[in-house]
T-cell receptor, first 108, second 115 residues
Framework: AQRVTQPEKLLSVFKGAPVELKCNYS??????LFWYVQYSRQRLQLLLR??SRESIKGFTADLNKGETSFHLKKPFAQEEDSAMYYC??????????FGEGTQLTVNP | KAGVTQTPRYLIKTRGQQVTLSCSPI?????VSWYQQTPGQGLQFLFE???????NKGNFPGRFSGRQFSNSRSEMNVSTLELGDSALYLC??????????????FGQGTRLTVV
C-alpha cells in the first residue's frame, strides 16, 4: 500500500524567506508525485508534477528515490503563496493518495 | 472550457437518509474519481470510474457507491447516512487514467452535513 506523509501541518515564514514543504512517501513501485495547492475559497489545483521537472510560480520539487521524498521549495516566499499544500502520489489509474496537507502562511 | 462541475454545492440531510451527488467532468475527460475531505482524515479516495466501469475503490463501507454514465458524468450515492459522513465530497476528472503525469482537475465540492 502507498502512503504519503507531510510532517508539518502548519508552516509560517516571512516574505522573502526561503520555504520548504516536506513530503515523504512509501511505495514499492515507481510512483508519480504531485503537489496540489488550495488557495482560500478556491478549488484544489495542480501546482507541479515530478515528471515535468518544471518550476511553477517559483516553486520546484525534486523526486529523491533514495530518501523517498518530494520536498517543495521556493527560494523567496511571497504573501500570495499562503495556501494549503498537498503532496500526492499516483500509483495506478487515476487514484491519488494525499498527504495530510501543510498550511503555509507567508507573513508580511 | 468549463471546469468540473459538482451539484449541489451544499446539502443537509438527516441520519438514516440517502443522498446522491453529481459530477460533470471536463468535456473529453473519461476518468472520474471521488474523494472525501474531512478535517480529521484529510483527503481520502472513494472510487474511480473510467468508461462506465469502477476501476478502483477506496476503503469505505458498501453504503458508498457510485456510477458513471456514457457521457462520463458520474454520481455517487451514500445510503443510511451517519453523522460521520459529514464532509466535503470532491470529484476530479482526468483525460485518461494510465498516462504518466496526467493532471486531475477538481470540482469545488459538495458540502454534506448530516444532522
Amino acid at each position: 500500500a502507498q502512503r504519503v506523509t507531510q510532517p508539518e501541518k502548519l508552516l509560517s515564514v516571512f516574505k522573502g524567506a526561503p520555504v520548504e514543504l516536506k513530503c515523504n512517501y512509501s511505495y514499492s513501485g515507481s510512483p508519480e508525485l504531485f503537489w496540489y495547492v488550495q488557495y482560500s475559497r478556491q478549488r484544489l489545483q495542480l501546482l507541479l508534477r515530478h515528471i515535468s521537472r518544471e518550476s511553477i510560480k517559483g516553486f520546484t520539487a525534486d523526486l529523491n528515490k533514495g530518501e523517498t521524498s518530494f520536498h517543495l521549495k521556493k527560494p523567496f516566499a511571497q504573501e500570495e503563496d499562503s495556501a494549503m499544500y498537498y503532496c500526492a502520489l499516483k500509483a495506478s489509474g487515476s487514484r491519488l493518495t494525499f498527504g495530510e496537507g501543510t498550511q503555509l502562511t507567508v507573513n508580511p | 472550457k468549463a471546469g468540473v462541475t459538482q451539484t449541489p454545492r451544499y446539502l443537509i440531510k438527516t441520519r438514516g437518509q440517502q443522498v446522491t451527488l453529481s459530477c460533470s467532468p471536463i468535456s473529453g475527460h473519461r476518468s472520474v474519481s471521488w474523494y472525501q475531505q474531512t478535517p480529521g482524515q484529510g483527503l481520502q479516495f472513494l472510487f474511480e470510474y473510467f468508461s462506465e466501469t469502477q476501476r478502483n475503490k477506496g476503503n469505505f463501507p458498501g453504503r458508498f457507491s457510485g456510477r458513471q454514465f456514457s457521457n462520463s458524468r458520474s454520481e455517487m450515492n451514500v445510503s443510511t447516512l451517519e453523522l460521520g459522513d459529514s464532509a466535503l465530497y470532491l470529484c476530479a476528472s482526468s483525460l485518461d487514467r494510465d498516462i504518466r503525469g496526467t493532471e486531475a482537475f477538481f470540482g469545488q465540492g459538495t458540502r454534506l452535513t448530516v444532522v
